[in-house]
């Protein structure tokens, strides 16, 4: 049997952990393991490589991906060659290596490719990755706690500027159109305002919760207020802050700046500075926690043991914290939002936390 094994779009903590796991599974089930480049452009370039135990044997707190990975290879729509759909190329180029299947390590947009390989032919395997939390049937994805934690100490570390100043400081993070990581990183670290893209804000309520903190400024309370707000988020009625768009990726908008507009909306408001901190990408880099490792490793394990099974188009999925397989096909095209009646929406409400709506 002989295995590749690609991480797809952006990277974060714990993609090492994965090609570890699943490395050395195969490897003891006597399997042979490629390790595809860049994700699939290794596949539409021919850029393949075996992998030993010694290749994986020092990975697994390493952050990012020893396999490279890229945010606008897609076999249907290749960027170097107009949009062209080169997906017979990628089959054929699997084929002649004599992988028996492949396994994509990747956020929705790699899901979505390789759920449409595999009806094209290629065996296909999924697990699931994203800082964002947001791919559908898997009640977690590797790198999310790791990012949360990222957030939860930039509030920290926040708090204690603002509390000196009775500043209003923003606090940007990532998280695409789920509000996932804003809101567990904004719990974890204590912000007294937490605005994700599911509820749509009302300027007007934060510019009342942060005018009340002001007016009760006394001993305990100077008159701060943590705000942490997803870069997905809009005011009710308003648009996107799109940062940037990347033509040939399967998603091209990059969001980011909706800190900033908050900040022009509440600073002329207030008798307080506000300031805005835009986390960006320090919250995808560095080593993944425990947390991500042991997940990590999970979902690694349980995707060899199908590729071993010769278990295709599914995806390895957590479910009542047990791994599971999903198929691909019912991933593909689909993701998960915080849902509006989330319990952790409940506790942020008894803790005071302004949601910015009603
Ligand atoms: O999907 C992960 C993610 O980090 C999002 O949270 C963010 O919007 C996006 O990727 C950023 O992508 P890039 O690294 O291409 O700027």
């Known amino acids: 049997m002989h295995i590749g094994i690609l991480t797809g779009g952006g990277d974060c903590p714990g993609l090492n952990a994965v090609i570890r796991a699943a490395t050395l599974e195969l490897l003891s089930a006597g399997a042979r393991v490629t390790g595809i480049e860049r994700g699939f452009l290794g596949l539409m370039r021919g850029r393949l490589r075996p992998l030993a135990a010694a290749d994986v044997d020092d990975i697994l707190e390493q952050g990012g991906t020893i396999l490279g990975t890229h ?19 990628v089959i054929a180029c699997a084929r002649a290596a004599g992988l028996d299947a492949v396994l994509a390590i990747g956020g929705d947009g790699t899901m979505d490719i ?29 790198g999310f706690d790791s990012a949360v934690a ?45 605005l994700i893209p599911e509820l749509p804000f009302e300027p007007q309520r934060l510019l009342d919760f942060c005018r009340q903190r002001e007016a ?41 700046g909706v800190g900033e507009r ?12 506000v300031r805005t901190t835009l986390l960006g990408h320090v919250q995808r880099g560095g080593t993944p926690t425990a947390y991500d490792r042991v997940l990590a490793t999970r979902f690694g394990h349980a995707a060899a043991r199908l590729a071993v099974q010769g278990r295709h188009g599914v995806m390895v999925a957590l ?40």
């Not at 759920?115 to 590797?142: C, Q, S, W, Y």
């Not at 509030?155 to 509390?163: D, S, W």
Request: aromatic share 2%; with cysteine.
């Open 71 to 89: 945010n606008r290879a897609d076999p249907f729509h290749d960027f170097a060659r107009g949009g062209a759909d080169v997906s017979a190329e």
């Open 114 to 142: 390789a759920a449409r390989l595999h009806a094209l032919g290629l065996p296909m395997i999924g697990v699931p990755k994203t800082i964002d939390n947001d791919i559908a049937l898997t009640e977690r994805t590797f």
């Open 150 to 194: 990222i957030v939860a100490e930039a509030i920290g570390r926040l708090r204690t500027t603002a509390r000196s100043h009775g500043r209003v400081m923003i606090v940007e993070t990532m998280g695409r159109y789920a509000g996932w990581i804003a809101l567990e990183g904004g719990i974890a670290g204590g912000a007294d305002a937490i």
């Open 216 to 256: 009760e400024a006394a001993p305990g309370c100077d008159g701060s207020t943590l705000i942490c707000i997803a870069e997905g988020c809009a005011p009710l009625g308003g648009s996107l802050t799109v940062e940037r768009t990347v033509a040939g990726s399967p998603d091209p908008l990059r969001l980011g």
């Open 262 to 273: 908050l900040r022009e909306l509440l600073e002329p408001h207030l008798q307080s500075e």
């Open 319 to 358: 479910q009542a914290d047990r791994c599971v397989s999903v198929p691909l096909a019912e991933v593909a095209g689909r993701s998960r939002p915080v849902p509006r009646d989330h319990p952790l929406l409940d506790a942020a409400r008894g803790l005071g936390v302004c949601l910015g709506v009603a």
